[in-house]
T-cell receptor, first 114, second 112 residues
């Protein structure tokens, strides 16, 4: 069974640009969540999607957005990139939403903003 | 908002020594999860604790959930080089919302 797949794995963007990251969850998983990981702030929750609906959003500015498609694949977008957006962006999937569901992380997308 | 604090931030041990990391929440948790992230890798789920005072073991790893469900610990007996990595605890984001609040993690460094 394939794990959570994230693309691209590495990318470099310039300040002011926008970026779209993609996540394919484990087959059968309907919940997808996104996290940002930086050395200073650690792992921070961005948002979670279930059945194409955003169920919850972390404390990030509106430049961070996401969506989920009918096949459970998800994308996140960051507009007007800032240097501080450089981070590892992790996608995680689980069978369903709600507490107690084990989440499985992908390998992440390393974003560098210059 | 809810905060999850984890100590120590770094722990150096000699191979074969024991290791413990502690996690404290500002609020009562319905459950707590532990993850391990190898250098250059992604977090991997280790275990979830739900009940007050719960203790679970996985080979050399022992996980505890406090009676008040506000703290937790992970203890590794006789560390091995394969234990190197960062260990994170995580609790529900709170407010009935999904998503996890992670501690900053404990970096375990093992000297052979």
């Amino acid at each position: 069974k394939a794990g959570v797949t994230q693309t691209p794995r590495y990318l470099i963007k310039t300040r002011g640009q926008q970026v779209t990251l993609s996540c394919s969850p484990i087959s059968g998983h309907r919940s997808v969540s996104w996290y940002q990981q930086t050395p200073g702030q650690g792992l921070q929750f961005l948002f979670e999607y279930f059945s194409e609906t955003q169920r919850n959003k972390g404390n990030f500015p509106g430049r961070f957005s996401g969506r989920q498609f009918s096949n459970s694949r998800s994308e996140m977008n960051v507009s007007t990139l800032e240097l501080g957006d450089s981070a590892l962006y992790l996608c995680a999937s689980s069978l369903s939403h709600g507490l107690g569901n084990t989440i499985y992380f992908g390998e992440g997308s390393w974003l560098t903003v210059v | 908002g809810q905060q999850v604090m984890q100590i120590p931030q770094y722990q150096h041990v000699q191979e074969g020594e024991d290791f413990t990391t502690y996690c404290n929440s500002s609020t009562t948790l319905s459950n707590i999860q532990w993850y391990k992230q190898r250098p250059g890798g992604h977090p991997v789920f280790l275990i979830q604790l739900v009940k007050s005072g719960e203790v679970k073991k996985q080979k050399r790893l022992t996980f505890q959930f406090g009676e008040a469900k506000k703290n937790s610990s992970l203890h590794i007996t006789a560390t091995q080089t394969t234990d190197v990595g960062t260990y994170f605890c995580a609790g529900p984001a709170g407010g009935g919302a999904d998503g996890l609040t992670f501690g900053k993690g404990t970096h375990l460094i093992i000297q052979p």
